[in-house]
């Protein structure tokens, strides 16, 4: 049976993943927000299949190029086969990642044996049932947004989270709580960020800020780490990181407390400072505030470094492109009086592709710079 079909209002337009309201026409027939359709160009040529909802401002959302019969079958099999061929030492990895899999709207991360999926379009919903068939083997756990639920027209039904699970990640075992986790449990995109702080730990007093479950503290410590302290204002997140010290059998000083204050009346000084907040800016009217803060938390973190020490700089802020943070950091260094020499600019980790349709999707930024 064929698709309902949608016709665009503007021409070449193959290449691209996502219409907004404004480009499509609207279709002589009614169809289902959210249905799956044949979308065409104003002359008649086919553009793609994909998700249509003209609710929301994101009204065309592109999966296929080609009029497939099973586009989540065929794109869920070869986003998985693909990390398996990549032998990652983990078993918490992101199985898909939207538009970097060909399934814009669609985010799935493992861990051992629950699934976590995030969803951010009203199609995903509809095809929810097709989701679990195809992780039969996994119990699912699914999320979405409020504000999107609200915008694509769809509500979660209310359900309890999942148990926890213990996932194993380079040799430490960390537990995952699908209950107080922010977003699906656990940043799996920093996995290959970790090892690298590993690698530096040995003999080092390392301070680990937005801690969060104690992901980079723990990584020093098995690094050979001298000392490590986390900081993070979530009190559920310590209490999970000080339960994974004790599980992988090591010792961290985690503290409650807002980093800004913790920076500004601590006299220690650190041979390692990771720092890892949050994401900053969700929309453009919040950029120069979230400018203003990573500047003013990494000129403060630079205060807690020794001479020749290492500053590992994060942000997860997609909107704040590579170059534009490093020239916060740049502003940073010369507000401290404390030069950085960065010789590792690095992003999410390989389970993360990014579409050269979409390059907005490597939204992780880790600066490693040497501050002499």
Known sequence: MPLPRVTLRIRNAR?????????????DDRIEAGALVDVHGPDGEFVGRGFYNPRSQVAVRILSWTPEDDVLGAR???AAAFRQSLKLDTDAYRVCHAEGDGLSGLVVDRYAGVVSVEIFSRGWFLMLDRLRAFFADATLHVAADDEIQRIEGFRLPAAPPPQGVVVREHGIEFRVDFATG?????????RDNRQAVRALADGRDVLDLCCYTGGFALN??????????????????LEVARQNARLNRMKADFLHADLFNYLRQTKEKFDVVVLDPPKMARDREELPRAARAYRDMNQLALGALRPDGVLVSCSCSGLVGEEEFLGILRDASRSAGRELRAFRIAGAGPDHPVSSLHPEGRYLKAVFSRVP
């Open 182 to 190: 922010h977003k699906t449990g656990f940043f799996c995109d920093q």
């Open 220 to 237: 020093a410590l098995r690094g050979g780490a001298r000392r490590v302290s986390g900081v993070d204002l979530d009190e559920k997140a």
């Open 76 to 78: 869920l099999r070869a």
């Open 15 to 27: 290449g691209h993943l996502t219409f907004f309201r404004k480009m499509v026409r609207k279709p």
